[in-house]
């Protein structure tokens, strides 16, 4: 069974700073790795997916990169915000989602 | 409106109770899925429909009874819940069923007392 594992659990930051979320998984066969980020009591909202023959994709400060052979995804977060602080969740889509437990991101103003 | 909906946004019930949540999906989609989010935990995959028929059930118990009465609704029936139930339960759509990217609803915050 596919497993992932997001490092760290939780990250403060101050404002401004650049970061970098991991998320590494156990079974490379893959179709793609999708990023998400929940707020507080709500639903997931997709931020980047990168398909398995993708080595990254951007959007605005996010930058997701992916090694399928080593089983690791990044996500790089540039200038933080207060506003980016949330949990940020890896799901890697196999034969269905298989999900992180999340880093938790707090941007200290 | 939002991608995908659900109703109602939290819930508190006894365990004798029966009760039921909605997920509405407007984006056109063939397949949909429910999920449980409970504390420090992965989301855990519960069901999967592909054109209202079930392709996947996860091991869940028999209190949890979904329904797909059309590929646009999405319903979870609860009966005779565990307070170990309580959570976060999502819906989510997509446009095919695997390996497309998935569209999370808000959930429903579940307390079974």
């Known amino acids: 069974k596919q497993e992932v594992t997001q490092i760290p659990a939780a990250l403060s930051v101050p404002e401004g700073e650049n970061l970098v979320l991991n998320c590494s998984f156990t079974?490379?066969?893959?179709?793609?790795l999708q990023w998400f980020r929940q707020d507080p009591g709500k639903g997931l909202t997709s931020l980047l997916l990168?398909?398995?023959?993708?080595r990254e994709q951007t959007s605005g400060r996010l930058n997701a990169s992916l090694d399928k052979s080593s089983g690791r995804s990044t996500l790089y977060i540039a200038a933080s915000q207060p506003g980016d602080s949330a949990t940020y969740l890896c799901a890697v889509n196999g034969n269905q989602f298989y999900f992180g437990t999340g880093t938790s991101l707090t941007v200290i103003p | 409106e939002t991608g995908v909906t659900q109703t109602p946004r939290h819930l508190v019930m006894g365990m004798t109770n029966k009760k039921s949540l909605k997920c509405e999906q407007h984006l056109g989609h063939n397949a949909m899925y429910w999920y449980k989010q409970s504390a420090k935990k992965p989301l855990e995959l519960m069901f999967v429909y592909s054109l209202e028929e079930r392709v996947e059930n996860n091991s869940v118990p028999s209190r949890f009874s979904p329904e797909c009465p059309n590929s646009s609704h999405l319903f979870l029936h609860l009966h005779t819940l565990q307070p170990e139930d309580s959570a976060l339960y999502l819906c989510a759509s997509s446009q095919d069923i695997r390996p497309d990217t998935q569209y999370f609803g808000p959930g429903t915050r579940l307390t079974v007392l």
């Open positions: 990168i398909q398995s023959s993708q």
């Open positions: 079974d490379s066969a893959i179709y793609n």
